[in-house]
Nanobody, 122 residues
Framework: QVQLVESGGGLVQAGGSLRLSCAAS????????MGWYRQAPGKQRELVAA???????NYADSVKERFTISRDNVKNTVYLQMNTLKPEDTAVYYC????????????????WGQGTQVTVSS
């Protein structure tokens, strides 16, 4: 199966920056979607940003102009650059990757990372 390893979370003051990374490993045939989601205590998980294989991006209104999603197709890695962080950005951030793996023939996969905590202090 395809596994995801996230890194880059931590504690930062309001106005600061963090960069999250999510690397996919396994026998990957193709990746067509990579996204970042977040879940704050007592709230539902929400989409933060996503990027397709063609490079199209989509952002939540609350993070537009502050966050940037990018991907490295060679490393099968997706990044989330977060600038001008606000206390309301505090949440556990999860990456999601969808595509096709070749471990047992070519089959679809939909994998989630383990989550990384981002805490923004005021």
């Amino acid at each position: 199966q395809v596994q995801l390893v996230e890194s880059g979370g931590g504690l930062v003051q309001a106005g600061g920056s963090l960069r999250l990374s999510c690397a996919a490993s396994g026998i990957i045939f193709s990746i067509n979607y990579m996204g970042w989601y977040r879940q704050a205590p007592g709230k539902q998980r929400e989409l933060v940003a996503a990027i397709t294989s063609g490079g199209s991006t989509n952002y939540a209104d609350s993070v537009k102009e502050r966050f940037t999603i990018s991907r490295d197709n060679v490393k099968n890695t997706v990044y989330l650059q977060m600038n001008t962080l606000k206390p309301e950005d505090t949440a556990v951030y999860y990456c999601n990757v969808q595509g096709r793996s070749a471990s047992r023939g070519v089959t679809a996969f939909n994998s989630w990372g383990q989550g990384t905590q981002v805490t923004v202090s005021s």
